[in-house]
């Protein structure tokens, strides 16, 4: 195998965030619903925006915000997503480049706009997702390079992408160009949501194109339509070779064939938002992955950048997550 271009490149959704601190009355107000994410039309975006307190804008999208943060723990990143050819489109082509990612998709013209995604952050945390589609779903296998996909070490893709079928069959032309040139594949389930509309889709790619998934508990065990989370391990081992799986406060377990590693979170002195800290551990375990490290490594590498950004607003950190591994005594020289 030839000596990659890029450690991680990813696919999915490229939308712009808006984040926001909103109090437990504009919750109940608007009718959002917390730890989920929840598709909206265009009216209903303009309607929530124009509602919305002063946030925080940022390019977005959960791919997008895990390969920011690989290029943050100084690894190489590349990102396909599909843009409009307007001024938001232009926001996150500028941001995510200037995250230190290679991103030069072709945007669409004459079509819907770019994406964003409406995040109303309670006092509790919890946030409550609202996301218009826009021209992000119009990704399709023509937008999926063959050199590309061979010039990354690891090709990752987003379950939240999943909801056409030309955003489908490109997953799959990425997956086969990364075998052909004997890449290997990882794909995030994203949402609780996500897993009921396309379980069946992600059954098949699970059992035939990926070698790394990530999952939180509560979307492993819908994937596998069971209650008991070990009954659910035990499934994704048999299918995969290997599965990261993130328990919130009780950190996360790592399965490979006979192997199993279990990572504590790190501890942290206030919960802020806990937008994007699955980008984030995805962002670290790929990192440590990548470079070939071990899989508690790679587990702690994801705890070490989850724990950083549920510090603050927003899904991207604001810290070097290189120093904080290297002060965790986790060095990434390759």
């Known amino acids: 195998m030839s000596d990659p271009r890029y450690d991680v490149l990813g696919v999915g959704n490229a939308i712009v965030d808006v984040l926001a601190p909103v109090d437990e009355a504009f919750i109940a107000e608007h009718g959002l619903v917390k730890d989920a994410m929840l598709l909206i039309d265009e009216a209903r975006a303009d309607a929530l925006y124009a509602a919305f307190p002063q946030g925080e804008e940022i390019s977005g999208g959960s791919a997008a915000n895990t390969l920011a943060g690989v290029a ?11 843009v409009a050819d307007d001024g938001l489109g232009e926001t996150f082509a500028r941001d995510l480049r200037a995250a230190g990612v290679h991103f030069d998709t072709a945007r669409l013209s004459g079509g ?4 964003r995604c409406l995040i109303a952050v309670p006092p509790d945390a919890r946030r409550a997702m609202n996301t218009y589609l826009g021209a992000s779903t119009l990704l399709d296998p023509a937008d999926i390079e063959r050199d590309l996909v061979a010039s990354a070490r690891v090709v990752f893709l987003e379950g939240y992408l999943f909801d056409r079928e030309e955003a489908k069959a490109a997953y799959v032309r990425a997956s086969e160009f990364a075998r052909a040139a004997d890449r290997a594949v990882a794909l ?53 070779r290997i599965a990261a799986v993130t328990r ?30 699955g980008d984030q551990f995805a962002a670290g375990f790929l990192t440590g992955y990548a470079l070939g490290r071990d899989l508690e490594t790679c587990g702690r590498l994801g705890v070490i950048a989850a724990g950083e950004v549920i510090t603050h607003f927003g899904a991207r950190p604001h810290a070097s997550l290189k120093d904080l591994a290297a002060g965790a005594g986790i060095s990434l020289t390759r």
């Not at 943050?72 to 599909?82: D, E, L, N, T, V």
């Not at 508990?217 to 596998?224: F, G, I, P, R």
């Not at 199993?260 to 002195?269: D, G, L, N, Y």
């Open 188 to 240: 995030t389930l994203s949402d609780v949501f996500c897993v009921e509309r396309h379980r069946a889709s992600f059954r098949q790619l699970v059992r035939h194109h990926v070698d790394v998934l990530f999952a939180n508990e509560a979307e492993l065990k819908s994937l596998y339509e069971t209650d008991n989370f070990d009954a659910a391990l035990a499934a994704v081992r048999a299918e995969t």
């Open 112 to 115: 819907p706009s770019t994406a």
């Open 248 to 277: 919130s406060e009780k950190g996360a377990v790592i399965v490979s064939g006979a192997d199993e590693a279990h990572v504590p979170a790190v501890k942290i002195e206030r919960l802020v938002d806990t937008t994007g800290a």
């Open 72 to 82: 943050s723990f100084g690894a190489r990143g590349a990102y396909i997503g599909k």
